[in-house]
């Protein structure tokens, strides 16, 4: 079932960016000139034996106060709401990678305010803002090698043509998993978007992600709401 959802992160990245409900994708000048010592992302953070894959300080289990206090990070509103009591809060964390600042992140967690499972990063370009270092098909492809040398080949790779009368799309996703100390699956997801035929800007996120049964329940929801759309 999972493989059919190509990657968690794009699908809500790219559905908040569709509907304009996520407004740090647009970044003021100001700000995106207020953070631009943002440092670039040391990939050994994002991996050890206890949580798996997870994101810095933030620990799978923890609680949304408890994940803004780890990383003295503004968790600023809900942007996203999906089956299964499964909520998406935007967050100010920010990350680099070759010198890029991401445009936008999120934290997401089973029921409001409690665990965390999902924490994700956004690099969309918008031509009015100068955060246009590189495309989002050159982050994509050139920060690939070093994903690979830091966690190996990944298990999976997934790959997705759409096309809507005169709108299609392209996705694709690399994956890697480990398991923590408590057996449960954790997943690193690099993840691309690229649009063309409509006024949507590409998109890269870099997410990591922790199974929580509440997680797969949820997924089989959305699955199954996806299913009757479709018909």
């Known amino acids: 079932m999972r493989k059919k959802m ?16 996520k407004s740090t994708l647009r970044p003021a000048i100001e700000e995106y000139k207020r953070k631009t010592n943002v440092p670039e992302l ?4 994002l991996l050890d034996e206890e949580s798996g894959f997870h994101f810095g300080e933030i620990r799978w289990g923890m609680t949304l106060s408890e994940a803004n206090k780890a990383t003295d990070s503004g968790i600023n509103k809900i942007i996203g709401y999906g089956p299964n009591n499964i909520y998406t809060y935007e967050t100010d964390l920010k990350i680099k990678l070759l010198g890029r600042q991401s445009d936008s992140s999120s934290i ?5 305010n409690s665990e965390c499972y999902m924490v994700s990063f956004v690099f969309q370009r918008d031509d009015k803002y100068p955060n246009t270092e590189m495309t989002e098909q050159q982050l994509f ?4 090698p070093k994903l690979k040398e830091a966690f190996g080949e990944p298990v999976d790779y997934r790959e997705e043509v ?27 997801q690099w993840s691309a978007a690229y649009v063309s035929g409509a ?11 922790w199974y929580h049964e509440a997680l797969d329940e949820a997924m089989r929801i959305q ?9």
């Open 6 to 21: 190509i990657s968690l992160f794009l699908a809500l990245s790219f559905v908040l960016s569709v509907t304009g409900c």
């Open 42 to 45: 040391e990939l050994s953070t």
């Open 108 to 112: 997401t967690t089973i029921l409001e």
């Open 141 to 144: 492809d050139e920060y690939l």
């Open 162 to 188: 759409k096309t809507q009368e005169k709108v299609s799309s392209l996705t694709k996703c690399y994956v890697w998993e480990r398991n923590g100390s408590d057996g449960k699956k954790t997943e690193l």
């Open 199 to 209: 006024d949507v800007p590409s998109l890269v996120t870099i997410g990591v992600v």
């Open 223 to 231: 699955e199954s709401m996806n299913e009757e759309n479709a018909e």
